[in-house]
């Protein structure tokens, strides 16, 4: 399927453009923007400008996500904070509160602050990479719609839940472990829809304990309760499932025990059969390094330790070991001096909002 380039500030200022069309304040809107082109920027497509129209301008169009984000904070103490987000974007949301974790850790070395009533916030990397851009410790979490079935289990019960990681190194960029705790995303599927390719075999189980492929399929029977993505190891214990499945329990509790937020299946987003606010709740965790050994020091052996990773003994055929997010700072200087690559069906879906929203002032390179 054919991808098309589009330079950075094209993209950008028509994502601004279009989330202010849909009532985001400019302002709020510049973050939702650089937070979804985040991921285009780290080769993460399954969470870029791939979910811009469905996640979240269909979502504002239907009424189940507020444009205007009313940021409530509900409890407060020198290093943590309660916050509510009442529906309003997930990105924005998340911004405010890790930059509020962030202030905190630089007064106190260590600041937390949970959040409810959010959407979704994009890659979690973004939020735990701006604590490290503070010479710290970022740690984030997220629960979702449920999508993952326990070990031993076919139903969905928990979101794909990811627990997120960046740590400062002395090198060009950080140590960024961004994923999610079912072995794959439910972003993924539906990318493999929009491509229409077939989910690879063991990510998604259906309610007689097999595996499922048909990726439009699956996204069908994630909404009736009869597929479930499978935890971080796969499907059973045989591969260590059960691990991928503490986790994500893990990060359903403390995105919802802290702030008394929802979780499982109240994150249905459906209620007597109609669409409704999905009421996420997440987790912003900001550690500063130099009330440590100092700022230099952490660095220093961080970047040492994954210097020894990499230059450790290869497997027959294998050029390269790479450390967490390597890989997603190779893609931006691949990408940085040309764009977001964007396939048909999106292309599609960006003409339908600026012809909606009379954006006239852009014309893309597919339609020269």
């Known amino acids: 399927m054919p991808r098309v ?45 791939n979910r811009f129209k469905p996640i979240y301008i269909d979502r504002i169009v239907a009424g189940i996500q507020q444009p205007v984000t009313k940021f409530e904070i509900i409890r407060e103490t020198p290093t943590t904070a309660v916050v509510d987000g009442h529906d309003g974007m997930g990105q924005v949301i998340g911004y405010k509160s890790m930059t509020m974790a962030i202030e905190k ?25 701006m604590a490290t851009k503070a010479g710290m410790i970022g740690i984030t979490g ?22 997120t990681f960046s740590l400062p190194t002395d090198e060009e960029f950080p140590f960024v472990l961004d994923c999610a705790t079912s072995i794959t995303q439910r972003g993924k599927i539906e990318y493999f829809e929009r491509l229409g390719q077939p989910t690879p075999e063991g990510m998604v189980v259906g309610n007689d304990g097999k595996p499922k492929t048909d990726s439009a399929q699956i996204l069908k029977d994630f909404n ?10 796969g499907i059973g214990d045989e591969l260590a499932g059960y691990k991928g499945y503490g986790y994500a ?107 909606r929203l009379g954006l006239t002032q852009y014309r893309f390179p597919w339609e020269a």
């Open 142 to 163: 997220t629960n979702a719609r449920p999508s993952i079935a326990p070990t031993f289990g076919v139903e969905p019960m928990m979101g794909t839940n990811p627990l």
């Open 5 to 49: 380039i589009v330079d950075w500030d094209t993209i950008n200022r028509f994502v601004i453009d279009a989330f202010v069309g849909v009532g985001v304040p400019r302002e709020d809107a510049a973050i939702c923007a650089d937070v979804l082109l985040e991921s285009d920027r780290r080769g993460i497509e399954s969470h870029g400008v």
């Open 224 to 233: 009736t309760g009869e597929a479930a993505l499978a935890p971080l190891g």
């Open 249 to 355: 329990a893990v990060v359903e509790i403390l995105s919802a025990a802290l702030q008394q937020g929802n979780y499982m299946k109240m994150l249905l987003g459906l209620e007597n059969g109609k669409k409704v606010p999905f009421h996420l709740g997440h987790f912003f965790i900001a550690i500063d390094t130099e009330a440590f050994m100092g700022a230099d020091a952490f660095r220093k052996t961080a970047g040492d330790i994954l210097r020894e990773l990499r230059a450790s003994k290869k497997a027959p055929g294998q050029d390269r070991i790479y450390t967490a997010g390597e890989k997603e700072w190779l893609v931006w200087q691949e990408r940085r001096n040309s764009g977001v690559p964007v396939t048909e069906p999106v292309q599609k879906e960006i003409c339908e909002v600026r012809d």
């Open 105 to 129: 850790a630089k007064k106190y070395g260590m600041g937390m602050v949970a959040a409810r009533n959010s959407c979704h916030y994009g890659i979690a990397g973004y939020y735990a990479t």
